[in-house]
């Protein structure tokens, strides 16, 4: 149980154009959902907290117009990265917490390349 | 403040050799959970435990055991006999009481583990 998937695993895109990531919980609703990033040989930072059907928060430094969280439904989230470029180039983890915020689970992660 | 410090970058150890990897933590909330994560070259994120500050019984899992000190604040991980299927990087992590399920992550140590 608590299986949480990430789609694309994998995607290379051009500068300038937007990427959509999803973020699914496969067999539990997920109240909460987070966003990290992981930059090479780095540790994970937290991008964003949100919360099925509220708009997300952002952590510091991370703006909010260019990295979209949608949180439809207590399955899926969804980080666009809008007008990407190579500095976005990371590895974004998605993680998702069925009720007690002291529980995540992570999924398999989206590594992102901007040509 | 909430921090997490892993001072062992990359630990070398040869096979069938005990490694201590060491995780220091700071918070001042009463109620926290610690964690420890193992992520392979593929990146996914594999959960490996989750102690809450009430309890400070040491655990063992397998090859795996764990040593909470909250005198010391440290949360430390051995592993015994060593293989290489255990070479990875392993994040020590923190959820503070306050914090809505923000996980802080300690920056990693890499584990090499050679035949």
């Known amino acids: 149980g608590a299986v949480v998937s990430q789609h694309p695993s994998r995607v290379i895109c051009k500068s300038g154009t937007s990427v959509k990531i999803e973020c699914r919980s496969l067999d539990f609703q997920a109240t909460t959902m987070f966003w990290y990033r992981q930059f090479p040989k780095q540790s994970l930072m937290l991008m964003a907290t949100?919360?099925?059907?509220?708009?997300?928060?952002?952590e510091q430094g991370v703006e909010k117009d260019k990295f979209l969280i949608n949180h439809a439904s207590l399955t899926l989230s969804t980080l666009t990265v809008t007008s990407a470029h190579p500095e976005d180039s990371s590895f974004y983890i998605c993680?998702?917490?069925?009720?007690?915020?002291?529980?995540?689970?992570f999924g398999p992660g989206t590594r992102l390349t901007v040509l | 403040a909430q921090k997490v410090t892993q001072a062992q970058t990359e630990i070398s150890v040869v096979e069938k050799e005990d490694v201590t990897l060491d995780c220091v933590y700071e918070?001042?909330?009463?109620?926290?959970?610690l964690f420890w994560y193992k992520q392979p070259p593929s990146g996914e994120l594999v959960f490996l435990i989750r102690?809450?500050?009430?309890?400070?019984q040491n655990e063992i899992s397998g090859r795996y055991s764990w040593n909470f000190q909250k005198s010391t604040s440290s949360f430390n991980f051995t592993i015994t006999a060593s293989q290489v299927v255990d070479s990875a990087v392993y994040f020590c992590a923190l959820i503070s009481g306050g914090s809505q399920g923000n996980l802080i992550f300690g920056k990693g140590t890499k584990l090499s583990v050679k035949p």
């Open positions: 993680s998702a917490s069925p009720q007690s915020y002291n529980e995540q689970f």
């Open positions: 949100s919360n099925e059907g509220s708009k997300a928060t952002y």
């Open positions: 102690r809450n500050s009430f309890d400070e």
């Open positions: 918070t001042r909330d009463t109620t926290y959970y």
